[in-house]
């Protein structure tokens, strides 16, 4: 098994940053893949971005409403993963989850069933 805890979620102005942390455990040596989803109210949870644990190319892929503001990154010593956000929207509103694929796959998977393993969230609110 593995347990994924997010950290990181707030309150912050259109524009503001925030950086979200993954911490995961258990058995770690099975995750290949680590994913962000997001969910707003009345709507479908959603793709963010993600990231395989090993260097295999290319290592990370993003949704195209995310690309250019979003950085995912790893910390495979820590068992973390990390998204940072800048230029956060309004829209951006959301609880955040992030997930784990404990298979191997030529691409990062960008459909939730794929994930087994899921944190519990993490509340993300852009307002002014």
């Known amino acids: 098994q593995v347990q994924l805890v997010e950290s990181g979620g707030g309150l912050v102005q259109p524009g503001g940053s925030l950086r979200l942390t993954c911490t995961y455990s258990?058995?770690?040596?099975?995750?290949?893949?680590v994913g962000w989803f997001r969910q707003a109210p009345g709507k479908e949870r959603e793709f963010v971005a993600g990231?395989?644990?090993?260097?295999?190319?290319?290592?990370?892929s993003y949704a195209d409403s995310v690309k250019g503001r979003f950085t995912v990154s790893r910390d495979n010593a820590r068992n973390t993963v990390y998204v940072q956000m800048n230029s956060l929207k309004p829209e951006d509103t959301a609880i955040y989850y992030c997930?784990?694929?404990?298979?191997?796959?030529?691409?990062?998977?960008?459909?939730?069933?794929?994930?087994?393993?899921w944190g519990q969230g993490t509340q993300v609110t852009v307002s002014s």
């Open positions: 258990g058995r770690t040596s099975s995750i290949y893949t």
């Open positions: 997930a784990a694929v404990p298979v191997r796959t030529l691409m990062v998977p960008r459909i939730s069933s794929s994930y087994p393993y």
């Open positions: 990231i395989f644990r090993s260097a295999d190319f290319p290592s990370s």
